[in-house]
């Protein structure tokens, strides 16, 4: 009789990216491939985001060294990314746990931010409450540095896209010197002012305004413009016709439905709920609100300068990652393997300052609305109240007269009466 010979199929891996790019992904991506086909594992990575989870036919490709091996150092994501955020129906009537079953797979890993965080934790509980025997790792991802990682630890992608930011902020700012105009740059940031405080700081911007900032008083576009006046008006007295004001978008998130009508401006919303503020420019608003200003007669304002909008927003999400996020990012990968082999599921994968690999468990960092809450700058924190207080250039008590020139109301544009601090 003919021998018959039976192959076990491989255990594998499923890989998804959610929410938007950032650098590093593809460096996670080939790390953890490269590790666990050398553990003999197939790799798959998942198309879609968590829309291949809850689809019957979903959109996969099987990693290999190759693959790995092509990516690992390049900027953008080999998966094809999504926000899709499935609804609690979608678990009972969508979920493909068919899939992970007919590819032999052992392990979820996830790639994402906040939202896709929080929707990893909603995995794990769906998986655990099943009794389905499949583990569940998250590696967080975010330029926006807002994930409450211990120690502050950066999340990967941030470091990167603030180099970069970094290094157009400084050609806008010697532009503005060049120029001798003003410039408003605003960046990305929905729920933290991370990337706004570390490009403006890195390059010597005089004023950086961030939600965090509104501490102790509500955010208002008028404080948010006279913050920026307060900078123009300083450095003209000191004899300096140029500067520039950076700005996280994450102040439109904090302004009251009010606020925000009495603006003018009329946002659209994604499937989150948050205002889609990639489709509009937010230097530009600024740029015509603090010029409007002005120009306004009843402002009382004698200034003459001339001020330019700079958007950053998408040039940071897909370049390479720099050398920071290329280690940290191959550290990340190479700790899922070691989480999966130690049997940890339902945790993200945490690297400490001296390279330990840690997990840190979804459930402990979640608020009380199932949620995790994102990570704020801390503004009384040393080294913000030194960029404030030494590189910033703003109206105080001691300018006043001085103001006069430009101005009948300085006390308006005094940045600590603005901010009641």
């Known amino acids: ?42 790799v798959l990575g998942l198309h879609g985001g968590y829309k291949g989870i809850f689809s019957e036919t979903p959109e996969y490709v099987e990693l290999d060294f190759k693959i790995a091996d092509s990516i690992f150092n390049k900027g953008g994501s080999y998966l094809i990314m999504s926000r899709y955020k499935p609804a609690d129906k979608d678990f009972i009537e969508k979920f493909n746990i068919d899939f992970f079953k007919s590819n032999n797979v052992d392990l ?60 157009i902020a400084a050609t806008v700012y010697e532009d503005a010197r060049t120029s001798n105009n003003w410039f408003i740059l605003s960046t990305m940031g929905r729920s933290a002012g991370h990337l706004a405080f570390g490009i403006g700081s890195s390059a010597h911007y005089p004023m950086i305004v961030i939600p965090e900032m509104f501490n102790k008083s509500t955010i208002t576009i008028d404080k948010i413009v006279n ?49 889609e503020l990639g489709k509009v420019s937010k230097a530009h608003i600024f740029c015509e609100m603090i010029e409007n200003k002005i120009k306004d007669k009843s402002s009382k304002l004698r200034l003459k300068n001339k001020i330019r909008p700079v958007e950053l927003g998408y040039e940071l999400r897909c370049q390479h990652p720099v050398a920071f996020d290329l280690v940290y990012c191959t550290e990340l990968g190479i700790g899922v393997y070691k989480l999966f082999r130690e049997n940890k599921t339902g945790c993200m994968v945490y690297i400490t300052h001296d390279g330990r690999v840690e997990p840190l468990y979804l459930k402990d960092i979640q608020g009380a609305n199932g949620k995790i809450p994102p990570r704020k700058v801390d503004i009384n924190s040393e080294s913000v109240q030194t960029v404030i207080y030494n590189i910033f250039d703003y109206i105080g008590e001691d300018d006043y007269e001085a103001a006069l020139t430009y101005t009948d109301y300085p006390e308006q544009y005094d940045f600590k009466k603005i901010l009641n601090w």
């Open 227 to 275: 913050l920026a006046i307060s900078a123009i008006i300083k450095r003209t007295i000191l004899g300096i016709n140029y500067g520039a004001v950076a700005i996280s978008e994450g102040v439109f998130h904090e302004l009251s439905d009010e606020e925000i009508k009495n603006s003018g401006i009329h946002f659209s919303y994604d499937e989150h709920e948050h205002p």
């Open 1 to 42: 009789m003919p021998r018959i010979q039976i192959f076990a199929m491989k255990r594998s891996v499923v890989i998804l990216a959610g929410g938007g790019p950032a650098p590093g992904i593809n460096t996670v991506i080939g790390s953890i491939t490269k590790t666990f086909i050398s553990h003999e594992y197939r």
């Open 108 to 167: 979820l890993v996830t790639i994402g931010g906040d939202d896709t965080a929080s929707t990893a934790n909603r995995i794990a509980k769906f998986l655990a409450d099943h009794d389905y025997k499949i583990s569940n790792i998250h590696v967080p991802k975010t330029i926006d540095n807002d994930l409450p990682l211990p120690d502050n630890r950066p999340t990967f992608g941030y470091e990167s896209a603030k180099s970069e930011g970094s290094r």
